[in-house]
């Protein structure tokens, strides 16, 4: 497939890992733009603690130890990370149970589905079933623009249909863009007001 | 101070490191005790998860990472625990947000308040200003008894009152205490439901 400027069409997939040996700028630009959203959400959640708005928490990234060297305190010398069977955040707001998963991508037209373990869906199925709020924020790196897409989608279109990526039109359509602001810079909970607490 | 039978009193408090060098047996039988009743928990919130009477979870304990060795994928060779700044156990129930910490005591007439860091307390208060449901499960080893406990009693006998430790006669009182069943051995949701969710 090639562009009509005559270029080849390269996907931008998502990788897991990093390239072997991207130049110094490369990936401090690359991290910057992942440590970027996730930093907005959690200054997001600090500000929203601090005010009184909101309790939500990053959960930590679950890390298997497998030595423990006590001998100077307790240094961990040998672990390894394992894979969050949950989402990264959760909380509470007016009483009711918050449930999402951040995900930055650098696709331009659609949402990979790739990257999203099958026990992230479960445990988002549950969450729904147990009438918790349950929502991806996802972040189109390219475009610098954010929503708020509620994980029924995401289950349906992964579980349901089958398919491997969610189109940004329906992103658009169904979702509630979150504009970056002054302070916090991500004032997501406005969407979650938006979507779930509206009468 | 002295018993009547003419032993000196000792105050068993719990001591937050380990013994230098305890014996195998001891160090076997506390790691069970301690074990056990976190394990109970799990257990009875993987029996919720599959029966689908609610969504609780433990939150992984924050390590923090300093050195990760990606010559053999990646190894961390360099880490240590950070203190949980929240509380072990989150989710939710009927859409309700359940926050909750477990703790067991070698004390026999009260809950003793030393060893809970005040980030839990303040963690906790915002939890119930947000309208969550909020508690501590608290087992008194030597006689296997668990009760939950509000965690307001615990926030203000801390906080408020200045006291070091809460008395059993009071948790008795107040608390609800859970019975060790079958399946699951700890069937804390029944006492959720009775404390927070009667009519």
Chains 1, 2 share one sequence.
Do not use: W
């Amino acid at each position: 497939m090639k562009y009509p400027n005559g270029k080849d069409y390269k996907p931008t997939t998502e990788s897991k890992k990093p390239a072997k040996k991207p130049s110094s700028k490369a990936l401090l630009s690359a991290g910057n733009r992942g440590m970027s959203f996730e930093s907005d959400i959690n200054a997001a959640n600090d500000y929203y603690r601090e005010k009184g708005i909101c309790l939500i928490t990053k959960r930590p990234t679950p890390i298997n130890v497998v030595k423990v060297d006590y001998s100077k305190g307790a240094i961990i010398t040998n672990a390894y990370f394992e894979k969050q069977s949950t989402t990264d955040y959760n909380g509470v707001f007016k009483g009711r149970y918050i449930d999402f998963e951040a995900k930055s991508t650098k696709q331009k037209v659609s949402f990979p589905l790739a990257n999203i373990p099958s026990q992230q869906i479960e445990h988002l199925t549950k969450v729904i079933e147990h009438q918790g709020i349950a929502f991806f924020l996802i972040r189109f790196e390219t475009v610098g623009r954010v929503f708020l897409l509620d994980a029924q989608y995401v289950i349906d279109f992964h579980s349901k249909y089958k398919r491997k990526s969610i189109p940004l039109n329906l992103i658009k359509e169904v979702g509630v863009e979150i504009e970056y602001g002054l302070n916090p810079r991500l004032n997501y909970i406005k969407a979650v007001k938006e979507k779930y607490f509206k009468k």
